[in-house]
Nanobody, 115 residues
Framework: QVQIVESGGGLVQPGESLRLSCAAS????????MGWYRQAPGKQRELVAG???????NYADSAKGRFTISRDNAKNTVYLQMNSLKPEDTGVYYC?????????WGQGTQVTVSS
């Protein structure tokens, strides 16, 4: 089983940046892909970005060019650098970690972009 701790959310103004972190522990020998989903108020959860165990990345169209996902395998941590934030980026950001047998989720961290 994998335990996940997220951090880095907060309230920022449009155009500012945030960096989210997600640290995994537990059955860490089996970690494969990691990434982030976002759930905005009244909307379904959607993929923001993902990264494979060898560093291949994929992004939602809304995140391309502004967000960068990275991971530190030695620390079992995935990061999401978010630049040029917009009000529509507001939501709860959930980290996920894929192991050989299941996907584990973090508790979520709130990101609010507002002037």
């Amino acid at each position: 089983q994998v335990q996940i701790v997220e951090s880095g959310g907060g309230l920022v103004q449009p155009g500012e940046s945030l960096r989210l972190s997600c640290a995994a522990s537990g059955s860490i020998f089996s970690i494969r892909a990691m990434g982030w989903y976002r759930q905005a108020p009244g909307k379904q959860r959607e993929l923001v970005a993902g990264i494979s165990s060898v560093g291949s990345t994929n992004y939602a169209d809304s995140a391309k060019g502004r967000f960068t996902i990275s991971r530190d395998n030695a620390k079992n941590t995935v990061y999401l650098q978010m630049n040029s934030l917009k009000p529509e980026d507001t939501g709860v950001y959930y980290c996920y970690v894929d192991s050989l047998v299941a996907r584990s989720w973090g508790q979520g961290t709130q990101v609010t972009v507002s002037s």
